[in-house]
Nanobody, 114 residues
Framework: QVQLVESGGGLVQPGGSLRLSCAASGSIFSIHVMGWYRQAPGNQRDLVASITSRGNTNYADSVKGRFTISRDNAKNMVFLQMNSLKPEDSAVYYC????????WGQGTQVTVSS
């Protein structure tokens, strides 16, 4: 079993920044992928960014150049630095770890509004 705990969401004005953190614990394989997904009301849950255990990254087109995913392997943590936030970035953001199963955090709300 794997547990994921997110933190760092909140309310920010358009153009502002937020940094999300996710701490993973439990039976984590050496080869896995961690990522961030988001889901706005009425929408499906979509990939925002992912990073492999080797550090290869992937981003949704809508966040390229604005968001940066990173990880601390020693601490089993993944981060999402979000800059130049837009109202359409508002959603619940979920941390994900994919190995033998797909594991999810409880989600953290990000609201971008003036």
């Amino acid at each position: 079993q794997v547990q994921l705990v997110e933190s760092g969401g909140g309310l920010v004005q358009p153009g502002g920044s937020l940094r999300l953190s996710c701490a993973a614990s439990g039976s984590i394989f050496s080869i896995h992928v961690m990522g961030w997904y988001r889901q706005a009301p009425g929408n499906q849950r979509d990939l925002v960014a992912s990073i492999t255990s080797r550090g290869n990254t992937n981003y949704a087109d809508s966040v390229k150049g604005r968001f940066t995913i990173s990880r601390d392997n020693a601490k089993n943590m993944v981060f999402l630095q979000m800059n130049s936030l837009k109202p359409e970035d508002s959603a619940v953001y979920y941390c994900n770890l994919r190995q033998n199963y797909n594991y999810w955090g409880q989600g953290t709300q990000v609201t971008v509004s003036s």
